[in-house]
């Protein structure tokens, strides 16, 4: 009994947490496709047929009939399921998905909130039935009266496919499309279910509760053949639930290992006692101590080594369990590692993405001042000199902006190596009070400044010019921060082999998204930022091997802590008497 408990605990632990890396598997795939459907309605709404289109509904009277192929031609361009524009008042203008609801209202949501929120996923109606997509909204504003554009990818078998799973895990996708159950709404890109109306129980409970629901399906009388299947609801925009994601577990392998357990149980408590207590020490050996080693594996897995392995060398049910376990946590390694490329992709693709954004904003007023000097030399050739002046330092100006912009990012791309030397922390934090001393003080309304240096703080080998830089650019960021006033206040303290500076202000605060998103590249949460300095700060913190993390609650404040090494072997390479180096006053991110 005990070795079957034990047994069958394992096997619920590895059965949730195989559960648990599927359904983030889902939700990354939809992550992804969501944020690719954003930019591509993004780019539908930035073109100049948008713009168009925009400005004549804000006309008086349009013709709202010269739209009515518009949707159905870019969707194809734009590789989408599912695209329709709606004019301000919800009029549908045109729609690739229902070319016969042109002049119909759209679905009763607020697609100017909407548009503001993101990916979501949403029942579309198609050939007189719905079916489940990622969509995305994106407002074109142009004149009075704004055009929104709506579009999405399916969530079909493909979809469901695309998914990586362990060996003995199955995905499935129910859609509801109306009350009750009904087998055409489940997507089972396997075909595992042979008689899907067994589903339906666990579909409609989660319907009615609103919450994950975990059952057992007996697809036969075989035992073997039950599967353990938990059905996470999946909800739109209006947090009504479309759609249950069912994550079934094969029973199989742990129905063969009981059976064998039980067998083994009975034939040793068929044999005397002399003989059962001698098997009863073989079984403890055999079989609790390999399964206590899986409990425990299973735990080191949940807890998020997912590199962890299980030594078991027998070629029984246990060996075989032993290197399935194995086997799948091998996978999730890959998956993990497939996973952090294509988060590395995806964050070079957002800071291409922004620089173009940076580029193409001084590139229009290059545009229209070099037309405005062609147009000016053929029509007006006797005001030509004076608009050719003036036109002359904009173009200038732009130029200088471009260079700007490239100019940050060689900086950024270039960052150099720290040149470590002896370093007095206290001293390099007291260099930049004096250098915002001046700046605090005439702020309007002023801002308090308190600094609480560790008086015995050890000294530190770190290049003093890029920690200067750091630590000035998040003070700047402080008073940046606090537009009405407040506290700056800037610490110091030491914690074992580590010290730590932190910057704290009493400004706006940071959401939680915000601060996830703070150290990206070109990701500012300022009016005018270039969206660097942030990122330059976590990689000299990186390059002298310590960590930067931000706490911050909205309309309370931020602080910002840096913790670095003592680096004592690099303090010990110092060639000659150590001196403390003395910073100056530098330029500024």
């Known amino acids: 009994?005990?070795?079957?408990?034990?047994?069958?605990?394992?096997?619920?632990?590895?059965?949730?947490?195989?559960?648990?890396?599927?359904?983030?598997?889902?939700?990354?795939?939809?992550?992804?496709?969501?944020?690719?459907?954003?930019?591509?309605?993004?780019?539908?709404?930035?073109?100049?047929?948008?713009?168009?289109?925009?400005?004549?509904?804000?006309?008086?009277?349009?013709?709202?009939?010269?739209?009515l192929n518009e949707a159905k031609t870019i969707a194809g361009s734009q590789h989408l399921d599912f695209l329709q524009f709606v004019d301000q008042q919800g009029t549908i203008l045109s729609s690739a998905q229902a070319p016969a609801r042109f002049g119909y209202k759209a679905d009763n949501v607020d697609l100017g909130s909407a548009a503001t929120r993101g990916w979501f996923l949403k029942l579309e109606d198609v050939s007189n039935e719905s079916v489940l997509g990622v969509f995305a909204v994106h407002a074109v504003e142009a004149g009075d009266k704004p055009?929104?554009?709506?579009?999405?990818?399916?969530?079909?078998?493909?979809?469901?496919?695309?998914?990586?799973?362990?060996?003995?895990?199955?995905?499935?996708?129910?859609?509801?499309?109306?009350?009750?159950?009904s087998p055409h709404d489940l997507i089972d890109p396997e075909n595992t279910a042979e008689a899907p109306e067994k589903l339906a129980p666990i579909i409609l409970a989660v319907q009615q509760r609103e919450t994950a629901v975990t059952d057992t399906v007996h697809w036969s009388p075989d035992p073997e053949e039950?599967?353990?299947?938990?059905?996470?609801?999946?909800?739109?925009?209006?947090?009504?639930?479309?759609?249950?994601?069912l994550v079934g577990s094969e029973q199989r392998p742990y129905i063969e290992l009981a059976r064998r357990i039980r067998s083994i149980a009975l034939l040793v408590g068929g044999a005397g006692i002399l003989v059962s207590v001698l098997l009863s020490f073989w079984a403890a050996a055999r079989f609790s101590k390999p399964i206590g080693q899986l409990a425990a594996a299973a735990r080191e897995v949940a807890s998020g080594n997912w590199n962890t392995r299980v030594d078991l060398k027998s070629r029984d049910e246990l060996g075989e369990l032993a290197e399935a376990f194995n086997r799948m946590t091998g996978d999730l390694m890959e998956q993990k590692e497939r996973l952090v490329q294509a988060e590395r992709v995806a964050a070079w693709r957002e800071l291409a993405r922004r620089l173009a954004h940076e580029l193409k904003n001084p590139l229009f007023p290059l545009q229209i001042t070099v037309e405005n000097m062609m147009r000016a030399r053929e029509q007006s050739p006797e005001m030509f000199e004076e608009i050719f002046r003036e036109s002359t330092s904009t173009l200038l100006a732009e130029i200088a902006t471009l260079k700007n912009i490239t100019g940050r990012f060689s900086e950024f791309s270039k960052m150099p190596q720290p040149r470590f030397q002896d370093v007095d922390l206290n001293g390099l934090v007291e260099g930049v009070a004096r250098l915002f001393d001046a700046q605090l003080k005439s702020h309007a309304p002023p801002i308090r400044s308190k600094f609480e240096l560790e008086r015995s703080l050890p000294r530190i080998a770190a290049d003093p010019e890029l920690l200067y830089k750091a630590i000035?650019?998040?003070?700047?960021?402080?008073?940046?921060?606090?537009p009405n006033g407040g506290e700056l206040v800037v610490r110091t303290a030491k914690n074992d082999k580590r010290v730590r500076v932190e910057v704290s202000d009493m400004g706006v605060g940071l959401t939680g998204e915000e601060c996830e998103r703070l150290f990206t590249p070109y990701y500012t949460s300022k009016q005018h930022?270039?969206?660097?300095?942030?990122?330059?700060?976590?990689?000299?913190?990186?390059?002298?091997?310590?960590?930067?993390?931000?706490?911050?609650?909205?309309?309370?404040?931020?602080?910002?802590?840096?913790?670095l090494p003592l680096n004592l072997e690099k303090l010990a390479n110092l060639s000659g008497s150590s001196r403390e180096v003395q910073v100056g006053q530098r330029g500024e991110f």
């Open 1 to 67: 009994m005990i070795v079957a408990a034990t047994t069958r605990r394992a096997f619920e632990k590895l059965s949730a947490d195989r559960t648990q890396a599927v359904v983030a598997q889902y939700q990354h795939e939809f992550d992804r496709r969501g944020e690719e459907v954003g930019r591509r309605i993004a780019t539908i709404a930035g073109s100049d047929s948008m713009t168009r289109m925009a400005l004549a509904i804000g006309r008086s009277g349009p013709d709202y009939a010269a739209y």
């Open 147 to 181: 055009v929104y554009v709506e579009g999405g990818e399916q969530i079909n078998r493909e979809f469901m496919k695309s998914l990586d799973l362990p060996a003995g895990m199955h995905a499935r996708l129910y859609q509801y499309r109306s009350s009750g159950f």
């Open 226 to 245: 039950n599967e353990s299947v938990q059905a996470i609801p999946l909800r739109g925009r209006d947090n009504r639930i479309l759609g249950a994601l």
């Open 472 to 482: 000035s650019n998040l003070v700047l960021n402080a008073v940046d921060a606090m």
């Open 529 to 563: 930022g270039t969206g660097l300095g942030l990122a330059i700060v976590q990689s000299i913190v990186s390059d002298h091997g310590g960590r930067i993390t931000v706490d911050s609650t909205p309309a309370r404040g931020t602080t910002f802590k840096i913790e």
